[in-house]
């Protein structure tokens, strides 16, 4: 998972809380996207990116909020957090050309108890 | 509607015996297909992508997967399962752009007897 950093690994949250996911890389990637992992259900798409300043939802948007302000970095904030966004937060980049790779950062593991 | 099945949630196999995923996408626009395994607690490992070209893809680990456009699948394949091959493995389908908006299957998970 060499170039994407996604912090923190873990972390405790009580409902209602808020909090940012960080998430950057450093191989000029023009894409970027965020996914929430639960069993059972596979990876899902919350918000993804094509460039800075642009952002769209995916598949699973309701409670979370994205901004990219630059190309390395892509954010991800809980505005206020409920026990059913406790999961597991994957990052992912591209460079946008077929048949190059799609990279994931290591994931973060997130509780709102 | 987009879409990647996943048959069989669990599978268990005896180490040395030969292992296919199954793999079903519903997808309205050329396919770019992907296979990743994840171990528990770790993050998503590409065992092998497949863009255009040769429909049989190799991979990392000794895994190959085959695309059949008109069988919608894209199955993986291992001759010999050996025991660290445990984990979890997803299919995932992309559209063209490589944009990293990609839908995943619900993951098979792989249990290997000794």
């Known amino acids: 998972n060499a170039g994407v950093t996604q912090t923190p690994k873990f972390q405790v949250l009580k409902t209602g809380q808020s909090m940012t996911l960080q998430c950057a890389q450093d191989m000029n990637h023009e894409y970027m996207s965020w996914y929430r992992q639960d069993p059972g259900m596979g990876l899902r798409l919350i918000h993804y990116s094509v460039g800075a300043g642009i952002t769209d939802q995916g598949e699973v948007p309701n409670g979370y909020n994205v901004s990219r302000s630059t190309t390395e970095d892509f954010p991800l904030r809980l505005l206020s957090a409920a026990p059913s966004q406790t999961s597991v937060y994957f990052c992912a980049s591209s460079i946008g050309q077929s048949g190059n790779t799609i990279y994931f950062g290591e994931g973060s593991w997130l509780t709102v108890v | 509607a987009q879409s990647v099945t996943q048959p069989d949630i669990h599978i268990t196999v005896s180490e040395g015996a030969s292992l296919e995923l199954r793999c079903n996408y519903s997808y309205g626009a050329t396919p770019y297909l992907f296979w990743y395994v994840q171990s528990p607690g770790q993050g998503l490992q590409l065992l092998l992508k497949?863009?255009?070209?040769?429909?049989l893809v190799q991979g990392i680990k000794g895994f190959e997967a085959e695309f059949k456009r008109s069988q919608s699948s894209f199955n993986l394949r291992k001759p010999s399962v050996h025991w660290s091959d445990a984990a979890e493995y997803f299919c995932?389908?992309?559209?063209?752009?490589?944009?990293?908006?990609?839908?995943f299957g619900q993951g098979t998970t792989l249990q290997v007897k000794p």
């Open positions: 995932a389908v992309g559209g063209p752009g490589n944009t990293g908006k990609l839908i």
């Open positions: 497949y863009f255009s070209g040769d429909t």
